[in-house]
């Protein structure tokens, strides 16, 4: 029988005694998807359902419930052929938002509610950004804005309880630091629009969770500093030899926390998007894609962690409302095997760090610039348009199955328990050496990722866990470059852009064909892991029995 202790089980891995300790499920506390009409759509709910089947997705954010085809604010009554008669008062309608987030709640999850964009009739300019054309100014007239904000948060109240809604996180916007993208104000007026917002859902009640100031990226350089955007400031960011000898810093996180302390503004959470890529502009005016190394993540949330326990909130949660490989949603890196194992190694190497680092998105139903063009386009998702799962799906699967207690961990991989059933399991990968630790950079085409198949060389996974029961089999399965590749069938069959429907069914065969395997424990207690990943591959072990 398997030995148990005071803490649980006590386990030795390479014939040394676990020393256990705390392994937080980051990766799966939040995901992300494109906007909130985006929702209502049947295949969207689908694999959002099949997702949090799989993958345990707490909570999932997304843009534009207050976007104008969601219809929460009415200043008139819409005319069809007829005249749109303005009403004598604004009108708030919540059956669009009701849909999407009884779908959501009824999934077992939680939103993690990005309050924007400006409604238009609230707007001070329009049509600012993306296809379906967010409104993303400062409001008309505050007062409106805060009464939006109060009769929304009150409706979700009244619909679904307070004690629930307490649960919820409120964010103020989306990446008000790119002016005239996603907001058109300065940063002030965006510190103006988080005080009154935070005062009013307070006001509401003190226990409702709120923060901010979700801005993007980290910067090496004073382009932030000021009200808006300074290209004049990248300059020797554009032009350094080693991007990562540079040091990136957060944007408006101090200034945010200074401008709430000064003022006694509550911050429950800092949020922020910490993709490890920028652009930058050079002395003569083009933009300069660069690419940050595989550990600039965990760099930079080390260095987030650092500012807020220093700061006057060290018990604000902290959370990545965005991240990814890259922050385009026509990178063809984000469809293939290497997005996985880069995301593995990242998610691990940061568990401790924030309270949430949520992927950019569960799905390639996302319309910011159009549908994409073709069922792998280099769309966010970790499921394609059709419903294929990704390399990326399965890499989330893995890291779901992981314990909560971690037993081991090496450059390679961890090994945990599950605090509740004991239940060992493990995940593996190969981030190849010859990378040197280089991150991915994107690119604009499928075959363009595929030199990074050459990239070697394989790695050998050995590790002995004794302590476990006699007779228990664990179920092994890697992906890798033969195994789980569905971008790489696509591209084998052709590339088609409209494929048919037996088409679909191969790809969809092809994506879940993992290598499989079982291994069994012997009556020695003492399970012998050895195996050979090859270049890319990620692994994982679970206790089937």
């Not at 040394?16 to 799966?28: A, F, I, N, Q």
Request: proline letters at 6%.
């Amino acid at each position: 029988m398997t030995s148990v202790g005071v803490s649980g089980p006590r386990f030795r891995i390479d014939g040394r005694l676990c020393d256990e300790s705390v392994l937080p499920h980051t990766w799966t506390w939040c995901i992300g998807a494109g906007r909130a009409n985006e929702a209502l759509r049947a295949d969207w709910q689908r694999q959002f359902a099949e997702v949090v089947a799989a993958s345990g997705f707490r909570y999932i954010r997304f843009h534009g419930v207050f976007h104008d085809d969601m219809f929460v604010y009415r200043e008139s009554d819409g005319g069809g052929f007829g005249p749109n008669a303005p009403l004598a008062e604004p009108v708030y309608t919540f059956s669009y938002v009701d849909k999407v987030f009884d779908f959501i709640v009824d999934q077992g999850v939680r939103p993690f509610v990005e309050l924007g964009f400006m409604p238009r009739e609230l707007a001070t300019k329009t049509d600012t950004v993306f296809w379906w054309g967010a409104h993303c100014s400062p409001p008309k007239d505050m007062a409106r804005w805060v009464e939006l904000v109060t009769r929304s948060v009150e409706h979700w109240i009244d619909r679904y309880g307070l004690d629930e809604v307490r649960q919820w996180r409120f964010e103020v916007w989306n990446e008000p630091n790119l002016v005239p993208h996603f907001w058109t104000g300065t940063r002030t007026e965006y510190f103006e629009l988080y005080e009154h917002t935070v005062r009013a859902i307070k006001q509401i009640d003190p226990a409702l969770q709120v923060g901010g100031p979700a801005t993007s990226v980290f910067v090496p350089d004073d382009r932030y500093k000021g009200e808006v955007e300074d290209r004049s400031a990248m300059r020797e960011t554009a032009a350094a030899a080693d991007v990562d000898a540079l040091d990136w810093r957060p944007v408006w996180i101090e200034e945010f926390i200074a401008w709430c302390a000064e003022r006694d503004l509550p911050i429950d959470f800092i949020s922020t998007h910490t993709y490890p890529t920028d652009f930058a502009f050079g002395a003569d005016g083009e933009a300069v894609p660069i690419t940050r190394y595989a550990d600039a993540t965990f760099d930079d949330l080390t260095l987030l962690r650092e500012l807020v326990n220093k700061s006057p909130y060290p018990d604000a949660e902290i959370h990545i409302t965005e991240w990814s490989t890259s922050p385009s949603s026509r990178d063809f890196i984000h469809d293939t095997l290497f997005a996985a194992t880069y995301i593995t190694r990242a998610y691990l190497r940061c568990a401790t760090l924030a309270d949430s680092i949520s992927y950019w998105t569960f799905t390639d139903v996302f319309e910011e610039g159009g549908a994409g063009i073709g069922p792998f386009h280099g769309g966010f998702g970790v499921v394609n348009e059709a419903g294929v799962h990704k390399p990326t799906f399965h890499a989330f699967r893995m890291l779901e199955r992981l314990g909560d207690r971690l037993l081991l961990s090496t450059p390679d991989g961890v090994v945990t328990r599950d605090s509740r059933t004991s239940a060992v399991s493990a995940v593996f990968y190969n981030y190849p050496d010859d990378m040197a630790l280089k991150g991915l950079r994107s690119v604009n085409s499928y075959p363009a990722t595929r030199e990074l198949a050459e990239v070697g060389p394989s790695r050998r996974i050995h590790h002995s866990i004794g302590g476990l029961e006699p007779g228990t089999t664990f179920l092994v399965e890697i992906m890798d470059w033969e195994h789980g590749n569905p971008a790489e069938a696509w591209h084998r069959l052709g590339a088609p852009v409209n494929p048919s429907r037996a088409e679909i069914d191969h790809l969809n065969t092809v994506a879940d064909a993992l290598l499989r395997h079982t291994l069994t424990v012997p009556p020695t207690g003492i399970l012998d892991l050895d195996i050979d990943l090859p270049p890319w591959a990620v692994m994982s072990l679970t206790q089937s029995s």
